[in-house]
């Protein structure tokens, strides 16, 4: 809406000429995002705690988190409400990729506060059954990418999309593999955002640090002159993703001052399954999809990890007639706990390790 409006006042004066500029309007959206949820938290938490919609805690977890039973979840309103006032606020609204995000993170938002709603307000230990979820998962993604291919809002081949460390090569899907390939994108990335998001923070504070690259990625991959140096897809209005990026990265920063470690809030699956849906529908927009594996790295390995431990025990289970375990716990950050870690000390280094894929994603700039 400030993009609209404001630069019409600029004769009055020239500050107003700021709004124009996306480095200005993405460092404005960081900012409300933030204060929002910073303004909004501690009655947001008094009021969950009022519902009694309280963590319902895994018995064969780690004993640590037995004293988080109770404490109010479905937190993820906070960053998602907050993250969608600010793009309104800060992004230029006729864009498509802007409005393709922003109800990319509607809908994951609302089938994740089902899920917790149905869990914890409601009682059913289940929630909302897996297929169910999975189904308005995949729902968006395929219709995503039926929209994709046939009303093709790039300006390069619809089924194309960039290989991480090579200028010249492109993936190049048949049709219908690739609305496949973008449902599969959506629904892997927004799972495996929810399967890391088990200790105080830490899906929280990986989802910032994944927000923050693609930010910065959409800024390049939109101006014609930085992507063509950098041997990238040129992509008109993409850029205009930053600021998407940038109020969501605000939300969840600002979120992960209640949520860190002795968590005051947890986010749910309203927050977990918005932002993972948020991230990968941003790389779908981009382009980007493979780029996703780098600067998840932590995400896939915490979905990996859970595969892995499942298929073992169900092929143990077959073939020795006994089930066993590859992992002490999955998802993977909760073996670490079994090893003995503290839960700060687990956050922390994922959250470098979250970094350090960020960077090994900034470096497929100059690797190509």
Not at 105 to 118: H, T
Not at 213 to 231: E, H, K, M, Q
Not at 258 to 263: D, Q
Not at 361 to 367: E, H, N, R, V, W
């Amino acid at each position: 809406m400030f993009e609209w409006l404001l630069p019409r006042f600029t004769d009055v004066h020239i500050l107003f000429n700021l709004f124009n500029f996306l480095t200005f309007r993405s460092a404005g959206a960081v900012v409300t995002s933030l204060f929002i949820v910073l303004f909004a938290g501690p009655a947001t938490i008094r009021w969950l705690a009022r519902m009694k919609v309280g963590q319902v805690v895994r018995d064969e977890g780690p004993e640590t988190h037995l004293k988080k039973t109770g404490t109010p979840t479905m937190g993820g309103v906070l960053i998602v409400g907050s993250a969608a006032i600010s793009t309104l606020l800060w992004a230029e609204l006729a864009n498509w990729y802007v409005a393709i995000c922003l109800l990319s993170l509607l809908w994951m938002g609302a089938i994740g506060f089902m899920d917790d709603y149905l869990k914890v307000v409601q009682k059913r230990s289940r929630g909302l059954v897996a297929r169910y979820k999975m189904i308005g998962q995949l729902t968006f993604g395929l219709v995503l990418g039926v929209v994709i291919v046939i009303s093709p809002i790039h300006p390069v081949p619809a089924t194309w999309t960039q290989v991480p460390f090579f200028e010249a090569w492109v993936a190049a899907f048949w049709p219908p593999a690739y609305v496949v390939f973008v449902a599969l994108v959506v629904s892997g990335s927004s799972n495996a955002v929810n399967l890391t998001d088990g200790l105080d923070g830490l899906a929280t504070g990986l989802a910032a640090i994944a927000l923050v690259t693609f930010g910065v990625f959409a800024y390049l991959i939109g101006r014609v002159d930085t992507s063509a140096y950098l041997g990238l897809l040129y992509l008109p209005g993409t850029g205009e993703l930053a600021v998407f990026a940038a109020a969501l990265a605000g939300g969840a920063i600002g979120f992960l001052w209640y949520n860190a470690h002795p968590a005051e809030v947890f986010m749910g699956d309203t927050g977990s399954l918005a932002l993972g849906g948020a991230l990968a529908v941003m790389a779908i927009l981009l382009k980007a999809e493979f780029l996703l594996l780098i600067v998840g790295g932590v995400f896939v390995l915490e979905a990996v990890s859970v595969m892995l431990q499942v298929s073992w025990f169900r092929y143990t289970r077959r073939r020795l007639g006994e089930g066993r375990r590859l992992f002490r716990m999955a998802p993977i950050h909760h073996h670490f706990e079994k090893l003995g870690w503290a839960e700060s000390k687990v956050v922390v280094r994922f959250w470098i390790l979250g970094i350090l894929f960020a960077l090994m994603a900034f470096s497929t700039l100059k690797i190509r």
